[in-house]
């Protein structure tokens, strides 16, 4: 019952908060504006992942009383993602780029307060042995920030389509939720259902016709926060078994966007110039809609999800 408090709660704050945010970003022109790469219908306010992010801290800030330390840093580092994120869309709204490099330091910066906040991958168990395997500080610095850094972009390049992001993340953060009340993770459940009852808000009004884009501030902020609670849930657990849990929670955009890394390298592309790569772009030269194609999409990340649970509850 406090779960689905929680949930509610949280859902009902950013469902309410988001049709003003529409309003004053109209006002604004804090829109994005069709290209020949975004094809969607006039101006679209880019502004949803503000009520994510409000919604998302009220509910974490009342709820969630385990290490004020730790919470604090997570909203610091949460805070500077989802700024970089709207100046980034702010340079979209005026149709320019924003550059690269700005955006890579904040993400970077943002996982090392993390790290340094003590939500590490600090080891694993050994499978055969049983023994536990601690890994050297500075491997434990580089796969954590790797992994948020990681997460956090491949969740941003999913966003594309009207629900795909939103609905992947959603998946995911319910699948964290479920393995966290199997392995016994209270803060970690409580952290992934705060994140589902956001995005459930905002998918209310990105669902196809999309009424309101997450943005980059909203899709970093989501990627950056998924990464988070996989490292202080099913990582923590530090059995083999958990530590493919998160990965294949996130399946489809991390391969899908490593399959766009490549590609983009083979033809000599900078890494980070946005093309129509990405798997729903494919589907969609192959004629599918936009609904059939998040509907695919979602059901193969659905499928992966429910996989990693089954797994989990075989070996639990």
């Not at 900078?270 to 998040?294: C, K, T, W």
């Amino acid at each position: 019952m406090q779960y689905l408090i929680t949930l509610i709660s949280t859902f009902l704050i950013v469902f309410l908060i988001t049709p003003p945010i529409m309003k004053v970003a109209h006002k604004l022109e804090f829109t994005d504006k069709p290209t020949e790469r975004k094809k969607h219908r006039g101006p679209i306010p880019l502004c949803g992942g503000l009520g994510i992010y409000i919604g998302f801290f009220i509910v974490y800030f009342l709820t969630i009383n385990d290490d004020r330390h730790e919470e604090l840093w997570i909203f610091i580092s949460a805070t500077l993602i989802f700024l970089i994120g709207v100046v980034d869309d702010y340079f979209k709204t005026k149709g320019r780029e924003f550059p690269i490099y700005p955006r890579l330091i904040i993400q970077v910066l943002a996982a090392v307060l993390v790290f340094k906040a003590g939500i590490v991958f600090e080891g694993f168990r050994n499978p055969f042995s049983g023994e536990y395997i601690l890994l050297s500080r500075t491997i434990q610095f580089l796969l954590t920030i790797t992994w948020i850094f990681g997460v956090t972009t491949v969740i941003n390049w999913s966003d594309g389509m009207d629900g795909l992001a939103g609905g992947i993340s959603l998946i995911s953060s319910v699948t964290f939720f479920f393995a966290a009340i199997i392995l016994g993770q209270g803060v970690s459940a409580q952290f992934s259902i705060i994140l589902a009852g956001a995005i459930l808000g905002f998918l209310v009004y990105n669902r196809h016709p999309a009424r309101i884009f997450m943005g980059d501030s909203g899709a970093n902020l989501i990627g950056f926060l998924l990464s988070i609670i996989a490292i202080d849930g099913a990582f923590k657990q530090a059995t083999v078994l958990s530590l493919f849990l998160p990965i294949l929670a996130l399946a489809v955009p991390i391969f899908d966007n490593l399959f766009v890394i490549f590609k983009r390298f083979r033809e000599g592309k900078p890494v980070y110039q946005a093309d129509r790569s990405q798997m729903h772009f494919r589907l969609e030269e192959r004629g599918l809609s936009i609904n059939q194609i998040v509907t695919l999409i979602l059901a193969i990340s659905f499928i992966c999800s429910g996989l990693s649970i089954l797994l989990l509850l075989i070996k639990k």
